[in-house]
């Protein structure tokens, strides 16, 4: 095993206490690290990707640019880099917005209960989405984004639901 395949596990103050394979967290429901990125272009639109149907939960959903997991001994806003340029093949700066603590269980048997940082960004170049992690993308205006949750919940990603009402909230958008 490889600490690629390992999360941080921490206390409720995003302190470390160790390590765990990342599927057995989920299924223990510990919590660990994890981190959220929202990336919007100049003209105010976000960037919402939809998972692909392979993933291990929430496939097919709509939710932020994207979110991972640092693994061991990784900075948090450097794994965060790196998982936007794995997931939609480009970089950008990125400025930390807030985190917040959140616990969702899922149909298979597995659980998130993560320490999200969320961090945002603006990118006005071309999106190169990795087709194993997004099936599609779409820039749209926070507004419409409301109302897509506000009719169509079930559309969208546990934390997404959660993290995009904080997001605005803290971001005045």
């Known amino acids: 095993m ?34 959220s990125v929202f990336v919007f ?26 979110c991972s997991h640092p693994r061991p001994g990784e900075d948090t806003a450097r794994a965060a880099e790196r998982r936007l340029y794995e997931e939609l093949g480009f970089t950008m700066p990125l400025e930390k917005a807030f985190e917040f603590t959140y616990r969702s269980e899922f149909d298979n048997g597995l659980t998130e209960h993560e320490f999200d940082h969320v961090f945002t960004g603006v990118y006005d170049g071309e999106v190169h989405p990795n087709s194993a992690e997004v099936s ?18 079930h559309q969208f990603t546990s934390w997404f639901r959660l993290a995009f009402p904080m997001l605005c909230e803290k971001k005045k958008i």
């Not at 490889?2 to 989920?26: C, F, Q, W, Y």
């Not at 960037?47 to 149907?53: N, S, V």
Request: glycine residues 6%; charged residues 35%; hydrophobic residues 35%.
């Open 136 to 153: 599609e993308h779409s820039w749209l205006r926070p507004g419409d984004i409301r109302v897509r949750l506000e009719r169509e919940p």
């Open 41 to 66: 272009n100049s003209a105010g639109e976000m960037l919402l990707q939809r998972r692909a149907q392979e993933k291990y939960h929430s496939a097919g959903l709509w939710t932020n640019a994207c």
């Open 2 to 35: 490889t600490n690629t395949d390992e999360v941080i596990l921490v206390d409720e103050r995003d302190s470390p206490l160790g390590r765990m394979e990342k599927m057995e967290a989920h299924r223990r429901a510990l919590l660990h690290r994890a981190f």
